[in-house]
């Protein structure tokens, strides 16, 4: 909510009360069916304490946000915000639909509209309702793995059948250190006995100390050949407001020594080689390298120095507007692993079938692209952002298998 004005924060709360003055209107029509006036003046009660309670709770979060301590900030605000987008969302459908229902009351039967219209008025708002819960409490951490074999015809004989699993956009503080969550993660991971781990960045929110403890879970991680990451836009602490410099470097230290105790290489504009029987690949890593308003600190240059003599060529860049602007047709990386969208954390997907409101931010969202011999993989996250939840775009671990081809 910081990064939110006061006069924004006022303006959504209004919305939230005419929304709700609508509600309410349609709601006394529905409740005309119950007898008892008790049990009608208790909904009445409990439908204006609850609105009252939340624009409440979301004004004074937004005026004493400074004065909370970060670790609690963070909690408070993913909570509000998941309660905010539970109630809102449904009733405005609610309203859509109730509306539209009565003013086109002429097509149904006048005896049948008085029980038709409640019903189906209800079950418009008490649908999404349950569907958002769905996707906060379960959803969320149901994870996922999506698999996907790749040949290229300049694979290395020796690295026939490489096992890769891509991960990203943990954002970790949202887990709120429930540790036996991840580790569901992890061992699905262990299970795939991968010859090479990928994170592709957003390892936290924003703090380090979100990391408190998370290396128990996440050194856990096995694979044969290594593990890498590289950094994401949240990892370099651009989005908090600090006392000092030093205080800003320090926390962003603290987030890079963290992966030392986690086994993980982590890659700042470099390249490291990787040989098998005499046989080499070489793994690039860029720092966050993003268009406005992300700031810039990769540099695919540098980070291929020391590996433009090896053929084959697997790229770590956090976010995929890089692929189009760096990578296609001026490189010969063979594989780019990106994340960053989250796939918006809500769309569609269904065998081949994928949709989601992000497409209309960026050409690569989520999943597998080729262009001539070269492919970009996008990853969904394995974490949230902002909503706490996921609506058909579950947490995702991306195994890939690596073959010859012809």
């Not at 580790?183 to 703090?207: C, S």
């Not at 918006?344 to 011999?373: E, V």
């Amino acid at each position: 909510m910081r990064s939110f004005s006061l006069f924004t924060i006022l303006l959504l709360c209004l919305a939230i009360l005419l929304v709700d003055i609508i509600a309410f209107y349609w709601l006394q029509s529905i409740t005309t069916l119950i007898s008892s006036p008790l049990l009608k003046t208790t909904i009445y009660v409990l439908f204006w304490i609850f609105t009252i309670g939340l624009i409440a709770a979301i004004i004074v979060l937004k005026t004493t946000l400074d004065d909370i301590n970060p670790r609690r900030k963070q909690l408070l605000i993913s909570s509000l915000y998941g309660l905010t987008v539970s109630s809102f969302i449904p009733k405005i459908i609610f309203v859509i639909i109730i509306s539209l229902l009565f003013f086109t009351r002429t097509m149904i039967p006048e005896k049948d509209s008085l029980l038709i219209v409640p019903i189906i008025g209800l079950f418009s708002g008490f649908l999404p309702f349950f569907i958002i819960v769905y996707a906060i409490f379960k959803a969320v951490y149901h994870f996922k793995i999506h698999h996907h074999k790749i040949s290229f015809n300049y694979l290395p004989k020796s690295f026939e059948g490489l096992k890769i699993v891509q991960i990203s956009d943990l954002h970790i503080g949202g887990f709120n250190y429930r540790f036996k969550i991840l580790e569901r993660a992890v061992k699905l991971i262990n299970e795939l006995k991968p010859d090479l781990i990928f994170f592709t960045g957003d390892l936290v929110n924003n703090y380090a100390w979100e990391l408190i403890g998370w290396e128990n879970v996440l050194n856990k991680l096995l694979a044969k050949n290594g593990k890498y990451a590289v950094l994401g836009n949240h990892d370099y602490g651009d989005y908090s407001q600090w006392s000092s410099v030093k205080e800003k470097e320090e926390n962003f230290n603290s987030i890079k020594q963290f992966y030392n105790k986690i086994n993980f290489k982590l890659l700042l504009n470099q390249s490291d080689i990787i040989e098998v029987n005499h046989e080499k690949i070489a793994i690039i890593g860029v720092e966050n390298w993003g268009t406005p308003p992300f700031k810039k600190y990769g540099d695919l240059e540098i980070s291929l120095k020391n590996a433009q003599h090896i053929p084959f060529k697997i790229l770590l860049s956090h976010d995929p507007t890089h692929w189009n602007e760096e990578v296609v047709d001026k490189t010969d990386i063979a594989l780019t692993l990106s994340g960053h969208t989250h796939g918006m954390q809500l769309g569609f997907n269904y065998k081949d079938l994928k949709w989601s409101p992000i497409k209309y931010k960026y050409q690569h969202w989520a999943g597998l692209y080729q262009h001539n011999k070269q492919y970009l993989h996008v990853n969904r996250g394995l974490g949230w952002l902002g909503f706490p939840g996921r609506i058909g775009m579950r947490p995702e671990i991306s195994s890939f298998e690596v073959v010859t081809g012809l």
